[in-house]
Every structure is written in structure tokens, then in C-alpha cells.
């Protein structure tokens, strides 16, 4: 079920410039138990993103009413937010313009459930642009991401994008960490990538777990030399990393558990 | 007036990835006297964008037909092809999908007729990434050059864009050149960029010409002692620049003027 500007719909405006251009944010929010896991941090994003992008942004409590009309009874299922700029415009310039707003209910994806024990990484050929004025947030303009995560069929469960300059910096669809002698790493994501809600709470968390963290640039071979390894979204929640080339790692990890279940206390992940 | 796979219609399904993630790619074709201008490049680069994002491209003759439906009796308008992987998949995962196809007419953009005469080069601090997976086709991920030109307002007419090494690569909604000591210069486009289709008619004309041209990576220094520049699209044709910050050119120059009238007499640009 999708709503479109507050109005039940299954289409938008050829016009829209999340069409002719990726012009907008998305955001993509579990559903657990009628309740938005962690809604502050993806409104806080997508304030964020459509601030950077000089878009602006709905009313927070508008969003909230249209999300409560695609309620379900279903345990678990998924919310999608589209805010692009609006439709219309003279080219690539857009002056003024009433921002459209696509609320969509899914159901949630089906991933094989032995991946929560751990999966194998796969390494993308696909490098991610250095691209400050867009780093960090969740734009449209996604086909990075796209021919990355099509490079593979099913034989893995996520892939990692390096930059143009070897550094890792996430997943097609999440965001990584590594734990080496006790302490977490995780790529700076000031150059690319996107700052993932998850990603974001665990940051939060560390410090209360009493668990050191730095974020970096860290390459393939920091990587190949960690303890642990992990992705997370807001939907998978973590998954463990058992193998990335040949290096085999014990799953899961101290500190990977210590954090999926300080997640799961705080109610921030679906499971 | 918009066709969507034939039909006539001005919305598309919210789920197509076109809106989703950008995924797809674009052409923007002049018509003068119910002519489309430069067809066979147009239709060429659609192709090879088609083939490099792994999107199956519509036949030609289809399209054809179409573009054919939405002909009027106007000297000059504007035919814009939008071709998207299509609707849904899993994620940025797309499998096996049936691409949608927008054709939508409009109307001649109102450029002010002065800009034939010579224009003033904006510069633009937004940036354009690195991404030779990307680099030379029009896809639909266009954040960065919104980005750039709102940067400003109706001071300047285009504006030029940098990569993040400071070579120059091109205007906003253009390609550029530049002209020193007879010869002919264009920025090297493997990287990143659009390889526009008046570009690679200008190319083509130039050894007819007699004139030597080069690609390669060129600074703004370099600009800033050229003898001639000028920016082209396939809509606006040729923009002599009459000044790039203090440098001032004397418009319109010999070579821009001879390589005007030659894409004029082969009626490859509509004025």
C-alpha cells in the first residue's frame, strides 16, 4: 500500500524529479510490534538530507499520520519514505517547488535466516566516488549501489565497496565494522557511503559497553587482519561476517553478540 | 503530452526504480521542423548507457514510432526519452525486469537569445566524482550537477564543473572547449562526464575542418589562456564564452563560428 501526498495511490507525476533526476531522500524503517524502530535517527537523516539537498523537508507529524494509515496487524514489516524536490523545474534548476512525499508499506524481506549466524563477503569491482557534498545521507542516486550489488548472484549475502582509493567503506546495503584486539573500527564516512541509523546507535552504545572505537580509513588488509567483522541495516540488524576471502573468522564474535543484543535491549534492531 | 510504454498517461508507478534509485538513463533530443536533430548519436548513446547498466533496451523502431505520436506542427520543441530498468526487485537487486519507456514532448526552453553572442562562465564549487562505471552516459543519477547549477541564480547562463582533482570536465547541462593557437580542446570524458552528442558531432567535423583537436585533462588554467571556449548541448547548440572570471574572449571566435555553421549547414544543431 503506498500513499502519495497523503492520498492512496500506486503512481506519481512522469514530472517528478525523483524520476528525471534521483532528486530526493529515501528511508528505509523496520517495523516491529506496530512500533518504528528507530524513528528519531531516521528523521533526524532525512531532515539532514533534505537540509543538504536544499529540499524541504514534510512536517514530522504529517509523515507519522500517513505511516499510522499503513498500519498492519503483521509482526514485522517495512516502511519506505521517498521525499523528492518536487515536480517540474527548468532542467537541472529547480527554484521554488512543493516537495513530494511517497510513504510505501512492504512486507519484510525474506533473508535466510542461517546469515544472523554468519555470512561470506563478497568484494565489489564497483568503487564508491569520493563525493563530500553527498556522503552521508540517503539520496536517490543509487546505481553505484546497483551495479555493485549485481555483480554477484546469490552465492553471498552482502558485497564491499571500496573507494576509488582502496579504502573500504561499506556494504552495497550496509554498513561495516571490525573488532581487532577489543576495539571496533569503522569507516569515516565524510568522503561517501551512507550513515546508516544502526550504524549510528552503535556508535552510541560503545561507549557505555566500555568498547573503544575509531572511525577511519581502513583497507581490505586491515580487514583481513580483524577478529571480528559485521554489517548492519536497519532491517538485517547485524550480520556476522564468517568469511571474506580466505580469511575465516569464529562466529559470532564477543563483542559482535555484546552489541546485536545491547540493540535488541534498546528495542533499535528486529532481531 | 507524455507516452509511458505507449500509453498516454502523465504518472508511472511509484515502484519503477527510475524514482526508486535513479536507475536508468535519459536523452534529450531537438526537433526543428519535425526533424529530430542528431538522432543517430542520441539513439547510439542510449544503447551503449543501456548495455552498461545491464538495462535491455527498447527497439528503436518502437520509439520511433512514438516520438512519431507526439509530433506537432511546431518549428522547434522537445523530445525527452526516459528508459528505466523498470518496476521493483529486490533492493538495489534487479534480475530479470521489463524496462519502462517515457516519451514526453515539451516546449523549446526560453534561453535568452543574447547567450548566442556570448555568455559568462559561472564556476562551480560542486564537484564531479570520479566514476568511470558511470562516466560518459547519461544516466538518471543528476544530483551533482542540481547541485552545481543551484549554486547560482540568472547571473551567468552555464556553469562549469570541476573534478575533484581540479581538472575541468564540463558545464552543468553542457560540454565545453576551448580554443588555443588554432587548435581545438576537450576534457577527456573516461572518467566522468557526459559525452554529449553535439560534442562528438564537433569532434567528427573537426578533421574535415582541418582543425587538430585534443582530449585530455585540462585546468582551469588552461581556460583562462584560451584564445576561444565554448560550452555546447543539443538543445542550446553553441554558447560562445565572452568571459571566465577576469579572462575576456572576443565573441565570437573564428573556430566557434566555423564549427557553428558547419553543425548548422549539416542540420545537426536547431540555431
Same mark, same amino acid.
Given at each position: 500500500? =503506498?500513499?502519495?501526498?497523503?492520498?492512496?495511490?500506486?503512481? !506519481?507525476?512522469?514530472?517528478?524529479?525523483?524520476?528525471?533526476?534521483?532528486?530526493?531522500? *529515501?528511508?528505509?524503517?523496520?517495523?516491529?510490534? #506496530?512500533?518504528? &524502530?528507530?524513528?528519531? /535517527? $531516521?528523521?533526524?537523516? %532525512?531532515?539532514?538530507?533534505?537540509?543538504? &539537498? $536544499?529540499?524541504?523537508?514534510?512536517?514530522?507529524?504529517?509523515?507519522?499520520?500517513?505511516?499510522?494509515?499503513?498500519?498492519?496487524?503483521?509482526?514485522? /514489516?517495512?516502511?519506505?519514505? !521517498? =521525499?523528492?524536490?518536487?515536480?517540474g523545474g527548468r532542467g537541472y534548476r529547480y527554484g521554488e517547488m512543493s516537495t513530494n512525499r511517497v510513504i510505501m508499506r512492504?512486507?519484510?524481506?525474506? /533473508? +535466510?535466516?542461517? *546469515? +544472523?549466524? #554468519?555470512?561470506?563477503?563478497?568484494?565489489?569491482?564497483?568503487?564508491?566516488?569520493?563525493?563530500?557534498? &553527498?556522503?552521508?545521507?540517503?539520496?536517490?542516486?543509487?546505481?553505484?549501489?546497483?551495479?555493485?550489488?549485481?555483480?554477484?548472484?546469490?552465492? /553471498?549475502?552482502?558485497? %564491499?565497496?571500496?573507494?576509488?582509493?582502496?579504502?573500504? !567503506?561499506?556494504?552495497?546495503?550496509?554498513?561495516?565494522?571490525?573488532?581487532?584486539?577489543?576495539?571496533? *573500527?569503522?569507516?569515516?564516512?565524510?568522503?561517501?557511503?551512507?550513515?546508516?541509523?544502526?550504524?549510528?546507535?552503535?556508535?552510541?552504545?560503545?561507549?557505555?559497553?566500555?568498547?573503544?572505537?575509531?572511525?577511519?580509513?581502513?583497507?581490505?588488509?586491515?580487514?583481513?587482519?580483524?577478529?571480528?567483522? *559485521?554489517?548492519?541495516?536497519? %532491517?538485517?540488524?547485524?550480520?556476522?561476517?564468517?568469511?571474506?576471502?580466505?580469511?575465516? &573468522?569464529?562466529?559470532?564474535?564477543?563483542?559482535?553478540?555484546? =552489541?546485536?543484543?545491547t540493540l535488541l535491549q534498546h528495542g533499535q534492531i528486529a532481531g
Amino acid at each position: 500500500m =503506498i500513499l502519495v501526498n497523503g492520498n492512496q495511490t500506486d503512481v !506519481i507525476s512522469v514530472r517528478d524529479r525523483g524520476l528525471q533526476y534521483g532528486d530526493g531522500v *529515501f528511508e528505509t524503517i523496520a517495523v516491529k510490534n #506496530g512500533v518504528l &524502530l528507530l524513528w528519531d /535517527y $531516521h528523521w533526524q537523516r %532525512l531532515q539532514s538530507a533534505c537540509t543538504r &539537498l $536544499h529540499i524541504v523537508a514534510p512536517m514530522e507529524k504529517i509523515v507519522l499520520q500517513e505511516i499510522d494509515q499503513l498500519k498492519t496487524s503483521s509482526d514485522l /514489516y517495512v516502511i519506505k519514505i !521517498i =521525499i523528492t524536490r518536487g515536480s517540474g523545474g527548468r532542467g537541472y534548476r529547480y527554484g521554488e517547488m512543493s516537495t513530494n512525499r511517497v510513504i510505501m508499506r512492504s512486507e519484510w524481506p525474506e /533473508y +535466510n535466516v542461517e *546469515f +544472523n549466524s #554468519g555470512i561470506t563477503l563478497f568484494i565489489c569491482e564497483t568503487t564508491i566516488a569520493h563525493q563530500p557534498r &553527498l556522503a552521508g545521507i540517503k539520496h536517490l542516486n543509487r546505481l553505484e549501489n546497483i551495479l555493485a550489488r549485481n555483480e554477484w548472484d546469490d552465492d /553471498y549475502a552482502e558485497g %564491499l565497496m571500496l573507494s576509488n582509493n582502496g579504502n573500504v !567503506i561499506e556494504g552495497t546495503m550496509s554498513n561495516v565494522f571490525f573488532v581487532k584486539d577489543g576495539q571496533l *573500527f569503522t569507516p569515516d564516512l565524510s568522503q561517501c557511503g551512507v550513515e546508516g541509523v544502526v550504524r549510528k546507535a552503535i556508535l552510541q552504545h560503545a561507549k557505555g559497553l566500555g568498547i573503544t572505537f575509531h572511525t577511519g580509513d581502513f583497507t581490505l588488509h586491515d580487514l583481513l587482519g580483524a577478529d571480528e567483522i *559485521f554489517v548492519s541495516n536497519s %532491517l538485517l540488524g547485524i550480520w556476522p561476517v564468517k568469511r571474506l576471502k580466505s580469511h575465516e &573468522l569464529n562466529v559470532p564474535g564477543k563483542k559482535t553478540l555484546e =552489541i546485536r543484543q545491547t540493540l535488541l535491549q534498546h528495542g533499535q534492531i528486529a532481531g
